[in-house]
Nanobody, 127 residues
Framework: QVTPVESGGGSVQSGDSLRLSCVIRGYMSSGATYCAGWFRQAGLGREAVAVIKNDGTTTYADSVKGRFTISRAKFNNTVYLEMNNLTPVDTAVYYC????????????????????WGKGTQVTISS
């Protein structure tokens, strides 16, 4: 069973930075094609933030381009989300997910194809 486990959330002020981590054991080390990503939910909808393929290709939502960076470290099965210049609009529960491929629509990542989800970590930005 593949279960992503997130960490690194918290409460910070506008303009600050945070780094989220997600361990996805049993998936990234298999050598197969995969996609891992970060999604967030502040209300009813869960939106894609950034995804990364096993070859290192990344795709970002327009709202975070230039501020957030997704990366992965195969040696410890971890995916990171470096978030800079945070604003209250970024406040949400952030979820890590993994699947067989990264779905992109009109240049933006979408959640289609993500099979495995973590429980989420809260990120709160105060002004």
């Amino acid at each position: 069973q593949v279960t992503p486990v997130e960490s690194g959330g918290g409460s910070v002020q506008s303009g600050d930075s945070l780094r989220l981590s997600c361990v996805i054991r049993g998936y990234m080390s298999s050598g197969a094609t995969y996609c891992a990503g970060w999604f967030r939910q502040a209300g009813l909808g869960r939106e894609a933030v950034a995804v990364i393929k096993n070859d290192g290709t990344t795709t970002y939502a327009d709202s975070v381009k230039g501020r957030f960076t997704i990366s992965r470290a195969k040696f410890n099965n971890t995916v990171y989300l470096e978030m800079n210049n945070l604003t209250p609009v970024d406040t949400a529960v952030y979820y890590c997910a993994a699947g067989g491929g990264c779905a992109v629509v009109a240049g933006a990542p979408v959640r289609f194809g993500m099979y495995y989800w973590g429980k989420g970590t809260q990120v709160t930005i105060s002004s």
